[in-house]
Nanobody, 124 residues
């Protein structure tokens, strides 16, 4: 079992930046892919970005390409999401997820460990 704990959410203004962190503990050696998803009120949870530890490859949803960067510090078992040029559309609860699969899958069903989420709110 892998435990995930997100941090770094908060209020952000137009064009602002935030860095989310996800600390993993437990059987972290079993995780190959870690990802960020988000869920806005009234909407389904959607894929944001993922990082494959084995290949070092990344994948991004089209709506964040060029604005968000995912990275992982294997020594600290921590996943990061650097978010720049934030807009109201980015307001959501952001979740960290881990998968034992060795390829990046963008659907929630591929991930068997989830954090509690961290709220990102746009402030006008």
């Amino acid at each position: 079992q892998v435990q995930l704990r997100e941090s770094g959410g908060g209020l952000v203004q137009a064009g602002g930046s935030l860095r989310l962190s996800c600390a993993a503990s437990g059987r972290t050696f079993s995780t190959s892919v870690m990802a960020w998803f988000r869920q806005a009120p009234g909407k389904e949870r959607e894929f944001v970005a993922a990082f494959s530890r084995g290949s070092g490859s990344t994948s991004y949803a089209d709506f964040v390409k060029g604005r968000f960067t995912i990275s992982r510090d294997n020594a600290k078992d921590t996943l990061y999401l650097q978010m720049n040029s934030l807009t109201t559309e980015d307001t959501a609860v952001y979740y960290c997820a881990a998968s034992r699969l060795r390829v990046i899958i963008t659907t929630t069903s591929a991930y068997d460990s989830w954090g509690q989420g961290t709220q990102v709110t746009f402030s006008s």
